[in-house]
């Protein structure tokens, strides 16, 4: 069916049916597949085949080898406005944060939707067609609430929206400095007082985000998700872990936190309640399929057989734990434990997921000397496939009848991809390509970035140069 076409569809809608053409494309098996046909009707994927010959007539040619859209798992939209500048000095995780309060205390949800526009733009030119938000910027500088309680996350609803990505907004509880450390200066805007106040709060979003989404009349609901989130075991007092995770339970969304990043963390919490950071969790009833720990970094084997047979997720960033110090996660030991694996980038000292996805081997490669350790194909899954289940969004990450129509095509014909052989496309993808090699993409049926440009924000780097100037004016 010819690009353009509209097909009448039930109740008498009309659709519009666009057909694209992939020269090459990944369908979730060991390799790619050559001469992809396409077929998307509104927002979903109707039809998949292999078709010899060339494009059919009216179908839009993707040039360059086409993957599901990927999903962002992890994101701070704010931390963009640090990018360069917390590289200036020698420090810590804990110095670095001190500068991450700064900007954080300097936001409104008007500012915070324009930075948060030019982020989720440049996500979506890297071929992110979904991120999971963790939202914790809740209320004013002093701490008051806005007249409308959600008016921060909602700003961040919007501006996935408007730059054309889907997004889950994880809202995070965030009620303590430290284990028995009152929140002071920053903080103060992070929190609700209670797990059981956030809680209130955050059905009120739920209720909205869920209204908005059935109004529009899309299979999947809109563009919007609300999840929870735990900050931190250092930011929830053990007492209230169980409130949040039971709210996450009982309405079926994804619970995200923050684990181990630091040895710092593991050491106060052995100290304050003679447990790990996995094990309080644990007792609180955190674990579980739809759990996402975000690091996870420093584990013991007690911790990785509790994630692994939870079945929780663990979200990487490695640009981000190079970045800060972090360290080197047991990722391949949670992988054999069962434990599955998305991707994120967290602060976005660079917003590249196939450099992610990289860095998960070849870290792994510095850590014990060996190579070999994930297949292109696992590491392309936790971008995508992955990625968008740890986000609620099953149904996403694959190129196949009734997913969400997300296309990314990574051109061939740069210096990086130049003579990359058809049968080894997924390895030059992961181990040679960038963000910068993402020609086109098409998120949840709509054409958002052609030839490298966004077709709704426009001039992106422009967009970010006055976001982040405005952000950071008072420097």
């Known amino acids: 069916?010819?690009?353009?076409?509209?097909?009448?569809?039930?109740?008498?809608?009309?659709?519009?049916?666009?057909?694209?053409?992939?020269?090459?494309?990944?369908?979730?098996?060991?390799?790619?597949?050559?001469?992809?046909?396409?077929?998307?009707?509104?927002?979903?994927?109707?039809?998949?085949?292999?078709?010899?010959?060339?494009?059919?007539?009216?179908?839009?040619?993707?040039?360059?080898?086409?993957?599901?859209?990927?999903?962002?798992?992890?994101?701070?939209?704010?931390?963009?406005?640090?990018?360069?500048?917390?590289?200036?000095?020698?420090?810590?995780?804990?110095?670095?944060?001190?500068?991450?309060?700064?900007?954080?205390?300097?936001?409104?949800?008007?500012?915070?939707?324009?930075?948060?526009?030019?982020?989720?733009?440049?996500?979506?030119?890297?071929?992110?067609?979904?991120?999971?938000?963790?939202?914790?910027?809740?209320?004013?500088?002093?701490?008051?609430?806005?007249?409308?309680?959600?008016?921060?996350?909602?700003?961040?609803?919007?501006?996935?929206?408007?730059?054309?990505?889907?997004?889950?907004?994880?809202?995070?509880?965030?009620?303590?400095?430290?284990?028995?450390?009152?929140?002071?200066?920053?903080?103060?805007?992070?929190?609700?007082?209670?797990?059981?106040?956030?809680?209130?709060?955050?059905?009120?979003?739920?209720?909205?985000?869920?209204?908005?989404?059935?109004?529009?009349?899309?299979?999947?609901?809109?563009?919007?998700?609300?999840?929870?989130?735990?900050?931190?075991?250092?930011?929830?007092?053990?007492?209230?872990?169980?409130?949040?995770?039971?709210?996450?339970?009982?309405?079926?969304?994804?619970?995200?936190?923050h684990l181990s990043e630091q040895t710092a963390e593991n050491d106060a919490c052995k100290a304050a309640h003679g447990r790990t950071p996995t094990e309080l969790l644990a007792d609180h009833g955190a674990l579980g399929p739809a759990s996402s720990a975000v690091h996870a970094t420093h584990l013991t084997p007690a911790d990785i057989s509790l994630l692994g047979a939870a079945g929780t997720t663990v979200c990487a960033c490695p640009t981000t734990e190079r970045d800060l110090a972090d360290g080197i996660g047991p990722l391949r030991d949670l992988a054999d434990a069962g434990t599955p694996l998305s991707l994120g980038s967290d602060s976005h000292a660079v917003i590249d997921l196939l450099e992610e996805a990289r860095a998960v081997e070849l870290d792994e490669r510095l850590a014990t000397r060996h190579r070999g350790h994930w297949q292109a194909i696992d590491l392309l899954r936790s971008a995508t496939e992955t990625g968008h289940a740890s986000l609620g969004w099953t149904e996403a990450g694959q190129i196949r009848p009734g997913a969400p129509a997300d296309l990314v095509t990574v051109s061939l014909d740069s210096v990086r991809l130049a003579g990359a052989h058809p049968t080894t496309l997924p390895e030059s993808l992961i181990f040679a390509a960038t963000a910068s090699d993402v020609r086109e993409v098409v998120a949840t049926g709509r054409h958002i970035v052609s030839g490298g440009r966004h077709l709704l924000a426009g001039d992106v780097p422009a967009l970010l140069a006055a976001a982040i100037g405005e952000v950071t004016r008072a420097e």
């Open 1 to 257: 069916m010819p690009a353009g076409e509209w097909r009448n569809g039930e109740r008498g809608n009309y659709v519009a049916v666009t057909v694209y053409y992939a020269d090459h494309a990944w369908l979730g098996g060991d390799g790619v597949v050559a001469g992809v046909v396409v077929e998307v009707t509104g927002e979903a994927i109707s039809d998949v085949r292999q078709e010899a010959g060339g494009p059919p007539p009216g179908a839009v040619h993707l040039r360059g080898v086409t993957i599901p859209g990927m999903a962002n798992a992890h994101s701070h939209a704010f931390h963009r406005a640090l990018r360069g500048r917390t590289q200036r000095d020698r420090g810590t995780f804990w110095t670095w944060r001190e500068q991450m309060y700064q900007v954080a205390a300097r936001l409104t949800p008007e500012l915070y939707h324009r930075l948060a526009v030019a982020v989720y733009a440049e996500m979506a030119l890297a071929g992110i067609t979904c991120v999971g938000e963790f939202h914790y910027l809740h209320h004013d500088a002093e701490g008051r609430r806005y007249a409308s309680r959600n008016a921060m996350g909602e700003a961040l609803v919007a501006a996935a929206a408007d730059a054309g990505i889907r997004i889950t907004l994880l809202d995070a509880c965030y009620l303590t400095g430290g284990f028995d450390v009152p929140l002071a200066g920053p903080q103060t805007r992070f929190t609700d007082l209670s797990a059981t106040a956030w809680a209130n709060r955050v059905d009120d979003l739920l209720d909205d985000v869920t209204t908005r989404g059935e109004a529009t009349g899309s299979p999947f609901g809109g563009h919007a998700r609300v999840g929870a989130a735990l900050h931190s075991v250092r930011a929830v007092p053990a007492d209230e872990i169980g409130i949040v995770a039971g709210w996450s339970r009982a309405r079926g969304v994804p619970l995200h936190f």
